[in-house]
T-cell receptor, first 115, second 114 residues
């Protein structure tokens, strides 16, 4: 009964370092998303995927890359971290079914600090 | 460009009170309006959702009111409890090239005082 699992839960980086955030879902959902959450700005979509092997840019994609090599996994990469990327990152997955539309299931988040 | 405007940013009510959170949108293509609830240290979770062909939907103590002509919708929490203290996000969804795009509001932090 895992749902959406994000690793790591916390991370501190120095400016210029790189890292990858991993998201795994066990609900066989087609769609997956990466958001960042900042105070007063809500949830902003970074990148999303509508299926294995596909990715697309969201609202704030600059400085991030993603990959969806397997249906259950969605990776978010920071090639050269900047202090502006200090945030809480959430992964979500969803299916689209009739009236229910796009119900998104979120992971617990990754708190990233870039010094 | 904020497509979904949410207010207030924070709200404090006494136990038993009825907090009201308001959202407004501009794009008439939106056809799905969910609300998400987020507790500290957790990810958001779907609370309740409404389609624009109904004006009100109730689930337990939570009610969504929807005004299509005004392009506004709101969340009411009846008989609020300290356990309702959380951040609430409204959202709006629309079809976009076979994908249901969802745009979130900026969130309302609710505190219910015992």
């Amino acid at each position: 009964n895992a749902g959406v699992t994000q690793t790591p839960k916390f991370r501190v980086l120095k400016t210029g370092q790189s890292m990858t955030l991993l998201c795994a879902q066990d609900m066989n959902h087609e769609y997956m998303y990466w958001y960042r959450q900042d105070p007063g700005m809500g949830l902003r979509l970074i990148h999303y995927s509508v299926g294995e092997g596909t990715t697309a840019k969201g609202e704030v994609p600059d400085g991030y890359n993603v990959s969806r090599l397997k249906k259950q996994n969605f990776l978010l990469g920071l090639e050269s971290a900047a202090p502006s990327q200090t945030s809480v990152y959430f992964c979500a997955s969803s299916y689209v079914e009739g009236v229910a539309k796009n119900i998104q299931y979120f992971g617990a988040g990754t708190r990233l600090s870039v010094l | 460009q904020q497509q979904v405007k949410q207010s207030p940013q924070s709200l404090i009510v006494q136990k038993g009170g009825i907090p009201i959170i308001n959202c407004a949108y501009e794009n008439t293509a939106f056809d799905y309006f969910p609300w998400y609830q987020q507790f500290p240290g957790k990810g958001p979770a779907l609370l309740i959702a409404i389609r624009p062909d109904v004006s009100e939907k109730k689930e337990g103590r939570f009610t969504i009111s929807f005004n299509k002509s005004a392009k506004q919708f709101s969340l009411h929490i009846m008989d609020s409890q300290p356990g309702d203290s959380a951040t609430y996000f409204c959202a709006a969804g629309r079809d976009s090239g076979g994908y249901q795009k969802v745009t979130f509001g900026t969130g309302t932090k609710l505190q219910v005082i015992p």
